[in-house]
């Protein structure tokens, strides 16, 4: 007599769809890892005590910060945008190059803005 059930082996390693992958993968390299090396440097970074001079911070610490948080600004809407590509991307049957170059685009220009603005803030 036969069985026709899967093998342990196939229950114990469930196949991941290639949008989950990338999705992860998304998530990872933009959000995941820039958050834990800032975080890293940020508890490395010399914190000696010090007056800040217009508005800008003085010490190691406070500029490894400031620039953790304005790389955050800049990620978030870009890994957002990625995700909704890659889901874009999961569900499109014909050119997918098409709507990968819509994507790319679209975050290139978010990623522009919002360094205009950071710049525009940051200038006086």
């Not at 959000?31 to 490395?44: C, G, I």
């Not at 005590?49 to 010490?59: F, I």
Request: proline share 7%; with cysteine; aromatic share 4%.
């Amino acid at each position: 007599m036969t069985t026709l059930a899967p093998s342990p082996s196939a229950r114990a390693h469930p196949r991941v769809s290639p949008a989950r992958r990338a999705a992860l993968y998304v998530t990872g390299l933009l959000w995941a890892l820039p958050l834990l090396a800032f975080t890293l440097a940020a508890t490395r970074a010399d914190a000696t005590p010090c007056a800040a001079t217009d508005g800008l911070p003085c010490n190691d610490q406070g500029v490894v910060v400031t620039t953790g948080v304005l790389t955050g600004v800049l990620l978030i809407p870009v890994g957002l945008i990625a995700l909704l590509v890659v889901a874009l991307l999961a569900r499109s049957t014909r050119r997918p190059a098409a709507v990968a170059a819509v994507g790319a685009a679209t975050g290139l220009a978010v990623g522009l803005f919002a360094v205009g603005v950071g710049f525009l803030l940051l200038s006086d």
